[in-house]
C-alpha cells in the first residue's frame, strides 16, 4: 500500500485558493490515482475520466484547464503531470523496494514464528510423554487416566515425517512435526496455524500413528475439493483418519442370508402341485 503526501498547509497555497473546491477535488484525486498507480505523478488523458468521477467532479475538461493555469498541474504528451510530484512523493522504484523488504521481513517473522511455536509444540509432547509414561507405569490404577489427554509418545521409537525423513531425537523429532505440518497447512488454507491444545494432540497422535505429511496435505485438498470448512489446522483430522480406515460394506450376511431363504422356500414348495395335471 503506498500513502499519498498532502502538506498540512496545502489548502492554505495560493494555487490551491485560486483553483476553487472542484479543481481541488480533481487535484486531491489525481494525487491518490498516481500514488495507488504508481505513475509517478502522470495522469493519462484516458484515465482523467476515471479521476474526476472518484474525486466527484462533473466537467473535468474546464477543471483541468483550471489546475493548469494556476500551475498545480503541467500540461505533457500523452496527459498531464502533476507539479513537482517527485519532490513531495516516492519514485515507484523506491516504493517497490520497500515493498520488497516488507515482504522479506514479513517471511523472516512468520519463520520465527514457526520456529518458536515448534519448539514449544515439542516440548508439550515431550511433556505428555513423559507424563503419560507415568500413567502407564500403574496399569492396575486407572483413578489417574485423563481420556482427553493426547496419546503418549514411545520414547525410545524413532517415527518418519514424510516417505523421505527420518528424525533423530523426540523434542528436535517432535519440533520438525510442527513446522512440517504448520507450513503445508498454511501453504494449502492461506491461514495462520495455532498451536493450541487440540493441535498438540492431534500431532502427538499422528506422530504415534506414523501419519505421514502427504496423508495430511491429501485430506487437505480432498475437503478444499468438496468445498468442506477448514479453519484450524485440527479440521482434517477426522479426514485422514477415514482414508486410513475405509468402511466396507458388509456383503457376506447378506449371501448367508439369501442361501438360507433359498433353502426354506425349497422346503415349503416341496410336494406342492405346480401345474393342475399334478394334482
Known sequence: ???????????????????GKEATYLYIS??????????????????????AYKGFVKNELIHTEVLVK???WDRVEGGYQIH????????????????????????KGA?????????????????ASK??????????????????????????DKYSIDSSLSLEGETDESEELWLSFSSAFQ????????????VVAMLSKFQELGVTLDEYRRAIQEMQDGNYTISTMKSPEKWVMNNRNPKKPSSGSRGADKVAVGHELDDILAGVPIFAEDK
Open 1 to 19: 500500500m503506498a500513502w499519498a503526501r498532502i502538506d498540512d498547509k496545502f489548502l492554505d497555497n495560493p494555487k490551491v485558493r485560486k483553483a
Open 30 to 51: 489525481g494525487l491518490i490515482y498516481s500514488s495507488n498507480q504508481l505513475t509517478e505523478g502522470f495522469i493519462s488523458d484516458e484515465a482523467l475520466g476515471l479521476v
Open 70 to 72: 494556476c500551475g498545480l
Open 84 to 107: 513537482d510530484y517527485l519532490e513531495y512523493n516516492p519514485t515507484k522504484e523506491q516504493i517497490e523496494e520497500s515493498r520488497a523488504k516488507k515482504q522479506i521481513a514479513g517471511s
Open 111 to 127: 519463520q520465527s514464528r514457526w520456529q518458536k511455536d515448534g519448539r514449544a509444540i515439542a516440548g508439550a509432547i515431550e511433556t
Open 131 to 156: 507424563n503419560d509414561s507415568k500413567t502407564i507405569a500403574k496399569p492396575c490404577d486407572t483413578d489417574g487416566i485423563n481420556p482427553s489427554h493426547p496419546i503418549p509418545l514411545k520414547s525410545h
Open 187 to 198: 501453504e494449502l488454507t492461506n491461514i495462520e496455524p495455532e498451536p493450541t491444545k487440540p
